[in-house]
C-alpha cells in the first residue's frame, strides 16, 4: 500500500469516526477516553512534517484531469484534498464523480455529519454538491471557470443516509460565459434543480497563477 492510499484510508476512518459520533450518545467515560486518544494522535500528526497543497505545473498538458466514464470503476480526483470529492479529506462529503457522454454524474451518501433539519442535508452541502458537479461539466468541455452565480431550487428535502445522483450539463455558451444546469436526484425523483453563470478564464494565465504558488 503506497502512502497516498494509507492516507485516504485515514481520511475514510476519519469521516466515519464523525458521522459516528454526531450519530451516537457517548457516556462521560466513552469521552475521556476518546479525548485521551485524540490527544495522543493530533499530537502525532502536528509532529509530522508541513503538507503543501499539490497544484499544476503550469503545463497545460499536466492539469488536464483524467474523466473517468463508468462511476463503478474509476473516481474523478482532481484535487485528492477537496473538500467535496476529494478521497484524502477526513472532512469531505465523499462525492464520486465520473462522465457520461456530455453529462457530468455524480453519486453520494451523506451521514450524519452534514444534517441540517433532522433526517435532511444542510442546504449548504446541497449547493457543494452541486457545484463540484458542474466543475466536472468545465472538464469535460475542456474548459478553466469560476462560478459567478449559482441559483438553486430545493424541491423536496434532501435526505441524509440515502444514495444521491447528481448530473449536469452545459447549456448555452456565449463567449466567456458558460450556462450550466443541474439535477440531484434521490429514489429516482428530482429534488433539487440548479442552474449558474461560469465565467472562463484564460488557461495559461491561470495555470502560470499556480505555478508561482509552488515557488
Known amino acids: 500500500m503506497t502512502n497516498e492510499e494509507r492516507r485516504v484510508q485515514a481520511a475514510t476512518r476519519l469521516r466515519e469516526l464523525g458521522h459516528a459520533f454526531v450519530a451516537h450518545d457517548l457516556s462521560d467515560a466513552q469521552l475521556d477516553r476518546i479525548n485521551g486518544q485524540l490527544d495522543d494522535i493530533l499530537a502525532t500528526v502536528r509532529s509530522s512534517d508541513t503538507r ?17 466514464t463508468d462511476g463503478r470503476v474509476d473516481r474523478h480526483q482532481l484535487f485528492a484534498d477537496s473538500v467535496v470529492s476529494g478521497a484524502a479529506n477526513p472532512m469531505g462529503l ?9 453529462v457530468a454524474v455524480m453519486d453520494v451518501t451523506l451521514g450524519k455529519a452534514f444534517e441540517g433539519a433532522p433526517g435532511r442535508a444542510h442546504g449548504g452541502i446541497v449547493a457543494a454538491l452541486i457545484d463540484e458537479t458542474m466543475g466536472l461539466v468545465l472538464a469535460i468541455n475542456e474548459k478553466l471557470a469560476f462560478t459567478a452565480q449559482l441559483d438553486i431550487t430545493y424541491v423536496a428535502p434532501t435526505p441524509i443516509d440515502q444514495p444521491l445522483v447528481a448530473r449536469a450539463w452545459l447549456v448555452r455558451e456565449d463567449g466567456r460565459k458558460l450556462s450550466i444546469e443541474a439535477t440531484i436526484e434521490s429514489d ?25 504558488l509552488n515557488r
Open 52 to 68: 503543501q497543497r499539490a497544484v499544476p505545473s503550469g503545463n497545460l498538458a499536466d492539469f488536464r484531469m483524467a474523466i473517468p
Open 188 to 212: 429516482s425523483r428530482v429534488i433539487v434543480k440548479a442552474s449558474a453563470l461560469f465565467i472562463s478564464v484564460d488557461p495559461q494565465k491561470f495555470l502560470k497563477h499556480l505555478a508561482d
Open 94 to 102: 465523499g462525492a464520486h464523480l465520473w462522465r457520461d457522454d456530455s
